[in-house]
């Protein structure tokens, strides 16, 4: 560059860059920042007036019931414990995934996982429905078959159906990212434990559960971050009771076409999803980019 | 008042069911329709409709489309709110036909500008509309003088019962009766809520008419009912969110007794004849559903047609076949099949057809108390 | 076998299914040797590893470590430690966290474990690295760390799986001469596994070299290389020129092989005979170059040919000459000798004693084969 002072600067740029780069540009400037800006802007008028105003953020505090609070700390609170089951359920078998089964065993596996989720959110949802529902699959092998219950019970329509689906619906995204860190961890990494004297659980606490950290992390950001935002599920199979943040924001924008208090509502929803983002973070010790590679 | 509104669903009924001598013009808009389908004066273009599941069978639209040569596409809903937000969006654009509540259009309109006014000179053959419903649309879709909406399709809400398991139900109280707990199902929208005030003795349709300003009289109003569907709340299985939902739960025998649509029920019955729609004692819900045409739309050619091609009586009987809908079109009832007839005639004698409780425009303010209600109903406890 | 001995394998086998990676391996090493076992890839020395460590267990036969049977105890009850051929550092954790691990594991008092980490440390020459991860330190220290993280335990046996492998070459060198010292410094008996015949060499007290499963010969390294018992050892541990002939004459301490047009004198053994097939090996150095004319200098073989080649590497100089048949003879001879560099396409008169001529009777046409195929992975 000092070789030359008289390039211009235009010349400097490399315009086949820009060029590629160009509709990722459009799509993140046009089609994710622009109408983001929008609503934003939204959320400091209230519905109707053209005077800057932080109401739509107070009126949390304000309602009578403070429904917004309610809901949203009990949204908040499930899915946490969504992202922790699914933790739990997920990482054995990333475990015998990535470290037991070999060559074709995998692929069978890996098949079985993913085959339900080529169809739709709302056909797995509503395959749930039949296998749940009080004259569903499962009351009939309890009670026909296996003769162990009296009569059918509800099984739909509680907070235990809506974590169930919830867990079953996240499970490849937690599932995968541990899979791809444990399947990077050399098995020789074990044996040299064990060889100095670890036993099961020391291996596992030593070795294998920080190699797993950053899939671990970045499978409980896209669980949580994703049980946060879904409406279809708390929606369906949800009881009477369980009013979730997003059919909140729902109600303000569809039922109430009240757009400002709803872009407010959401502002909310995404500045306490980024927080715990960063909090889960800080608390495994991970940083975003290592998260994101994984 | 009530008088009126009573006058109003008389004269409904007197033509749409009881009475054929209005089918007098059926042969004749045919034979018309028929004329100009054989010029072969074709439209083309896309007509853009958003609209409610059942409201455009397959097979309407395949003759439509086949007749004008419009390429027809559509968009469904579930909730009047999602036609608003829709419009709202795009200032009106997206769409070419909408089919909202004839109770929400005006407020839409007043606030959001996404509408344009109804050019009733193209519309053929008005003559063809049960005329009292008619009127209740132009009157409650007229905003600055302006008529915003035409009548498209028309039902009402009421109690879908399995009379094996319920044979004493009548009232809207019923949904409330301890020994149907856990078999009862219904909406945790304004339907229950309106339900709930009639079964308390309020009239909320009157109420919003004669008195718009009174929001703390309506936030009273609403705050029984909420306190009442609280309590009430042990006997609900669940609020169901579609109608399909609401079959699931009644065809499989899983809830006794819901508040849902008359075309639901009357679906239902053709399943299982012991399952009825029966209208309260206090009075079936009714609403109407209108043409609304989008401040945005392109093609008011096909749309006009759209809409003509729909008040054919021969048309419009298709719709009751299909989803149980029934249609504001003269004559329309010669092309139902008998048991729909049946179903109808039997969910309806006339004293309830006369009492009908048609639901009437609200204003904003009380929209709002309303959510904010609905909401509370959601997060309550059952006791 | 009247001194301590570490590792004892006694009649080993190791089958997988239908194949059998180790056959009736017996060896023992003693206390504070350097023992190598030498072999090509697939050979089964890894698997010999994985048996004394425990991470197998054998079909049959017994391993004894320190004076203990130890067929059953898992890896981490047993006093053998492992260096890893992709060394096995934990990435996440610091130079001083790696080396204590096995402390902790082995719940030993945290002040002790500092001490001991540090002491090692500096036994390796890491001071001051201990807070750095492995990704941070080169190759070489890395090494050390892997050596460190074994050798602080006090175990009875380290078990180094090629660990050199991954080096690249000048450090290899330096780090062969390193581990040596090492081991001579802390006395610890090391099991070192490799296919580097060099390494094994520079290194070892004592070597087994191993092929198709089975320990062919255990020896001191100079005992492998001029004494080889076995045709694949002479011909897998150094250089060699080889020959296929048959006896043609006998004397009383000598014979008389001929190959095609070579025909050469060798040590006569007790069991040749006329007509006999056998394996010869020469090795290069042992190929002298003489004066074309003049008798002053008479090794019982002689021959003539042509300078096809001639190769510097170093302070050693390889020649190949052209002697008739399909391979070249390889002679080498250090430079600065009174020896002058012949050209190539120069005639040479090139001989060699008949005590220098290793044979071994040919049995089987595919020991041939095998052979060609090991010198052939050798370069």
Redesign the interface.
């Known amino acids: 560059m000092s070789r030359s002072p008289i390039v211009s600067p235009l010349r400097r740029v490399n315009w086949g860059v820009v060029l590629t780069a160009l509709p990722l540009l459009v799509w993140i400037v046009g089609l994710v920042l622009w109408p983001q800006l929008g609503l934003l802007l939204q959320s400091f008028y209230k519905v ?1 007036g053209d005077t800057v105003t932080l109401a739509n953020y107070l009126s949390i505090f304000q ?1 009578s ?1 403070l ?1 917004f609070l ?2 949203f700390g009990k949204t908040l609170l499930y899915t946490l414990a969504i992202a922790a089951l699914t933790l739990i359920v997920a990482y054995p078998m990333a475990f015998i995934l990535a470290k037991v089964l070999k060559g074709r065993q995998k692929l069978v596996f890996i098949l079985l996982l993913a085959t339900p989720f080529w169809v739709n959110e709302l056909i797995r949802v509503y395959a749930w429905i039949g296998l749940l ?3 569903g699959v499962v009351n009939y092998l309890l009670v026909d078959v296996l003769r162990v219950l009296p009569a059918p019970i ?1 099984f ?2 509680n907070d235990i159906a809506m974590l169930v689906v919830f867990v079953y619906s996240f499970l490849l995204l937690m599932l995968l990212p541990i899979y791809s860190s444990l399947d990077g961890l ?1 098995d ?2 074990i ?9 099961r659980i ?1 291996v596992f606490r ?2 294998v559960w ?2 797993s950290l950053p899939g671990v992390t970045s499978g409980l950001i896209l669980v949580f971050t994703l049980s946060f935002s879904n409406y279809l599920i708390p ?2 199979v949800g ?3 369980s ?1 979730w943040v997003t ?2 924001i729902y ?1 303000r ?7 400002n208090l709803g872009a407010a509502y959401s502002f909310i929803l995404l500045a306490i999803a980024s927080l715990v983002v960063w909090g889960l973070l800080k608390l495994t010790g991970q940083s975003l980019k290592k998260v994101l590679g994984s | 008042m009530l008088k009126r509104r009573n006058l109003f669903s008389l004269t409904v009924w007197a033509c749409v069911i009881l009475t054929t001598a209005c089918s007098g013009t059926t042969t004749d808009t045919a034979a018309t329709d028929a004329d100009t389908a054989a010029t072969g004066d074709e439209l083309g273009g896309t007509l853009r409709l958003l609209t409610w599941e059942g409201y455009a069978p397959d097979e309407l639209i395949a003759k439509f489309e086949e007749e004008t040569g419009v390429d027809v596409e559509v968009t469904y809903i579930a909730d009047n709110g999602e036609i608003i937000s829709k419009l709202k969006a795009t200032g009106g654009e997206g769409y070419d036909l909408a089919s909202p509540s004839v109770d929400n259009v005006k407020l839409a309109q007043e606030q959001f500008n996404i509408y344009q006014p109804i050019d009733m000179s193209r519309i053929e053959n008005p003559d063809v509309l049960v005329q009292s419903l008619a009127e209740k649309v132009a009157e409650y879709s007229t905003v600055d003088g302006e008529v915003y909406s035409v009548p498209a399709v028309w039902g009402t809400s009421g109690l879908i019962v399995n009379t094996a398991e319920a044979p004493e139900v009548k009232s809207y109280k019923d949904l409330c009766d301890p020994q149907f707990a856990g078999r009862v199902t219904y909406r945790s929208r304004f339907p229950t809520f309106a339900g709930a005030m009639l079964a308390l003795g309020y009239d909320p349709f009157k109420f919003s008419l004669e008195e718009p300003e009174n929001v703390d009289g309506w936030r009273a109003m609403m705050e029984e009912a909420y306190t009442y569907l609280v309590d009430c709340k042990s006997n609900v299985k669940t609020y169901w969110t579609s109608r399909q939902e609401n079959i699931d739960l009644m065809a499989k025998g899983e809830t006794y007794l819901s508040q849902g649509w008359d075309g639901t029920g009357w679906v239902l019955s053709q399943e299982n004849p012991d399952i009825k729609f029966i209208a309260p004692v206090e009075g079936a819900l009714g609403w109407v559903d209108t043409f609304t045409i989008p401040a945005g739309a392109k093609n008011l050619d096909a749309v006009y047609a759209f809409i003509n091609f729909m008040y054919r009586p021969e048309n419009a009987g298709e719709l009751t076949k299909g989803g149980g809908f029934l249609s504001p079109v003269k004559g329309s009832t010669d092309y139902w099949p008998e048991e729909i007839k049946v179903l109808v005639e039997e969910s309806f004698p006339e004293s309830a057809l006369n009492n009908i409780q048609w639901y009437a425009p609200r204003p904003a303010a009380f929209d709002e108390v309303v959510n904010e209600y609905v909401e509370k109903l959601q997060v309550a406890e059952a006791n | 076998m009247t001194d301590a001995v570490d590792v004892e394998l006694r009649d080993i086998t190791k089958a997988f299914g239908d194949f059998t990676a180790v056959r009736d391996v017996s060896f023992a090493v003693p206390r504070g040797t350097f023992f190598s076992i030498l072999g090509p890839s697939g050979c089964g020395k890894t698997t010999l590893l994985n048996l004394i460590s425990g991470f197998q267990e054998p079909t049959a036969g017994e391993v004894w470590i320190a004076g203990q049977r130890v067929n059953g105890v898992p890896p981490n009850r047993r006093k053998v430690n492992m260096v890893f051929q992709r060394l096995a550092l934990f990435p996440l954790m610091t130079v001083f966290d790696n080396v204590a691990f096995g402390l902790r594991m082995a719940k030993v008092p945290q002040a002790q474990v500092r001490s001991r980490v540090m002491a090692m440390l500096e036994t390796v020459g890491l001071t001051g690295m201990e807070r750095r991860l492995p990704s941070q330190l080169s190759g070489g220290q890395q090494q050390r760390v892997a050596i460190a993280r074994c050798l602080v335990l006090e175990p009875a046996v380290v078990l180094l799986d090629e660990p050199l492998s991954a080096l690249d070459l000048k450090l290899r060198e330096h780090m062969k001469l390193q581990l040596k010292h090492l081991q001579r410094e802390v006395g610890t008996t090391f099991v070192y596994i490799t296919h580097d015949q060099s390494e094994a060499m520079v290194m070892s007290d004592r070597i087994a070299v191993m092929n198709e499963g089975q320990v062919l010969q255990v020896g001191a390294p100079d005992e492998i290389y001029s004494l080889p018992c076995h045709p694949f050892v002479a011909s897998f541990v150094g250089e060699s020129n080889t020959f296929q002939g048959t006896v043609v004459e006998l004397s009383e301490d000598s014979a008389i092989v001929k190959d095609g047009a070579v025909q050469m004198q060798l040590s006569r053994t007790p069991d040749m005979a006329v007509g006999q097939s056998y394996l010869q090996f020469l090795r290069p150095e042992n190929v002298r170059l003489l004066p074309l004319d003049g008798d002053r200098d008479r090794p019982e073989n002689q021959v003539r040919g042509r300078v096809q080649s001639v190769i510097f590497d170093g302070a050693i100089v390889r020649c190949l000459v052209n002697i008739g048949r399909d391979r070249p003879l390889t002679t080498l001879f250090t430079r600065g000798t009174t020896q002058a560099v012949p050209y190539v396409g120069e005639t040479v008169r090139l001989g060699w004693r008949a005590a220098d001529v290793i044979a071994f009777p040919a049995q089987h046409r595919d020991q041939m084969m095998q052979l060609q195929k090991a010198q052939f992975a050798e370069v």
Not at chain 1, 253 to 259: H, L, R, S
């Open positions: 109707g309602d019931d429904i309610r809901v529902r009080e004259t509800e739909l329509y050399d020789t990494l044996q040299a434990a064990q060889n100095l004297g670890a036993d020391s030593y070795v920080p190699a929606t369906l009881g009477k009771s009013l059919q909140l109600n924008f569809v039922v109430a076409t009240n757009w």
